[in-house]
């Protein structure tokens, strides 16, 4: 598949965390960026919340980050986050799965997950609350929106979003925190802009309609190459991995399918 921003995909250095006292430094320094991106907005920054994305990474430097203070992290991978919460169990983190669900993992999802941030067809509902049901728990869920128009992105149309959450309330395991969005994949700041703004547009619009049905009305939107924009522009939750673990060599290809491999020719599998 092709995309019009194989020529201005952001580039970014992240050095490698190895060490406690790389994860403090990483980790004080993306919350020093977001104290001041609130401070901008006029905002309080804390009202963001920092969602630690560890994904590719392995458990012996996850316990690391878990020492440098984080009590939360984000994965995309459902089998990845299975396993890394039951090795990693001692430690006491709430688990945040963050990417797209295929229903036959929704039960792995309902035993281990605290939170769910991609949520985007009844079919993926149904599931997980069957299964929550099933195990006595429930489940914080963000529904993700296609705010790029990428065909290729998972989330719902905007102008979907309203019907869906007024399905979602028969499902009563799920507890809907916001709305959730990754933004088009390129250094021009302008259309990344437009999609977090296009976020908390959609999000005013259906608070107005029916406060009931959002929630917190949360906006879970920022990575580590956009966050300071998404908090200028509402985001109540950011998920930074590589700002905080460091550079990732795996291609966002493999966890976003459809998105072209990084200019350095590394492949997806
Ligand atoms: C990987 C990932 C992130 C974090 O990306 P970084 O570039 O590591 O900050 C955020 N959200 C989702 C859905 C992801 O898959």
Known sequence: MTSQTDDQLPIHDFPIASGVADFVRNIAAVRTRIAAAAERAGRDAREVRLLPVSKTVPEERIRLAVQAGCRELGENKV???ARKSAALADLGVRWSVIGHL??????EVAAFASEF???DSHRAAAALDRRLQAAGRSL???VQVNTSAEPQKYGLQPDEVGAFLRELPQYSSLRVRGLMTLA???SDEVRVRECFVRLRTLRDRLRAENPELIGDGGLSM???G???LAIEEGATCVR???AIFGARHVPDSHYWPGLTDFADGTAAD
């Not at 295929?102 to 039960?107: C, Y």
């Open 184 to 186: 088009i994949f390129t």
């Open 222 to 224: 920022g990575m580590s």
């Open 140 to 142: 914080d869920v963000f």
């Open 79 to 81: 089998q990845e986050a």
């Open 240 to 242: 930074v991995g590589q």
């Open 226 to 228: 956009d966050y300071e």
């Open 102 to 107: 295929q229903t036959n993992k929704a039960r």
């Open 117 to 119: 941030q991609a949520l």
